[in-house]
């Protein structure tokens, strides 16, 4: 079982800055990425960003590309998200998971979806005001 803390989540106006972190611990053997998504209310959960832990090779929403930088320290088993140039529409519950995914994924651009995570961490919420 994996046990995942989220943390950074705030209040910004819009074009500010943030950055997540989500710790990782517990057995974390069977797993090969991590990642960040989010929901709106009345919306469905969205991939935002993840990251293969060995590799580093990382993928993103095409809403979040040139604004967001997912990284990964493995010594820490700690995952972070920068969020730059925020948005309202950034507005959201962020949720850190973990799931082996194939890499195969990557080029059907499946990697962000929610069915390949089966760790999920209790979110961490962030709104942007205009």
């Known amino acids: 079982q994996v046990q995942l803390v989220e943390s950074g989540g705030g209040s910004v106006q819009a074009g500010g800055s943030l950055r997540l972190s989500c710790a990782a611990s517990?057995?974390?053997?069977?797993?090969?990425?991590m990642g960040w998504f989010r929901q709106a209310p009345g919306k469905e959960r969205e991939g935002v960003a993840n990251?293969?832990?060995?590799?580093?090779?990382?993928d993103y929403a095409d809403s979040v590309k040139g604004r967001f930088t997912i990284s990964r320290d493995n010594t820490k088993n700690t995952v972070y998200l920068q969020m730059n140039s925020l948005k309202p529409e950034d507005t959201a519950m962020y949720y850190c998971?973990?799931?082996?995914?194939?890499?195969?994924?990557?080029?059907?651009?499946?990697?962000?979806?929610?069915?390949?995570?089966?760790?999920w961490g209790q979110g961490t919420q962030v709104t942007v005001s205009s």
């Open positions: 990251i293969y832990t060995a590799t580093g090779i990382a």
């Open positions: 517990g057995y974390t053997d069977s797993t090969n990425t």
């Open positions: 998971a973990t799931g082996f995914v194939a890499t195969w994924r990557q080029r059907l651009r499946q990697t962000l979806q929610p069915y390949n995570y089966n760790n």
